[in-house]
Nanobody, 125 residues
Framework: QVQLVESGGGLVQAGESLSLSCATS????????MGWYRQAPGKQRDLVAI????????????TYADSVKGRFTISRAYGTATVRLQMNSLKPEDTAVYYC??????????????WGQGTQVTVSA
């Protein structure tokens, strides 16, 4: 069973930076995508950034929410199945619980769609 371990997050002031990391554990046949979502109180969980993996690193596709373009950067540490989200120029509206997500194929040929436990990011004005 694939599990995700998130780290990072915390409390910062507007304009500052934070980095989130998400590592996978467990056996899998293939990893198709990893990304970050966030959920603010009373709101739905929305996509922040996602990497869809291609055959080669050059074929990877990265998608960002419009609200974070130019400020956030998602990257993958190849060979480790770890995804990092670098968040710069943080704004109070970035405050939310951030969740890591991974999708792929398990060793038993079933699809998996796994979520991390979530990590709080709070940005004060």
């Amino acid at each position: 069973q694939v599990q995700l371990v998130e780290s990072g997050g915390g409390l910062v002031q507007a304009g500052e930076s934070l980095s989130l990391s998400c590592a996978t554990s467990g056996d899998m046949y293939s990893l198709n995508a990893m990304g970050w979502y966030r959920q603010a109180p009373g709101k739905q969980r929305d996509l922040v950034a996602i990497i869809t993996f291609g055959r080669t690193r050059n074929d990877d596709r990265i998608t960002y929410a419009d609200s974070v373009k130019g400020r956030f950067t998602i990257s993958r540490a190849y060979g480790t199945a770890t995804v990092r989200l670098q968040m710069n120029s943080l704004k109070p509206e970035d405050t939310a619980v951030y969740y890591c997500n991974a999708r792929g194929l398990s060793v038993d040929s079933s699809n998996f769609d796994t979520w991390g436990q979530g990590t709080q990011v709070t940005v004060s004005a």
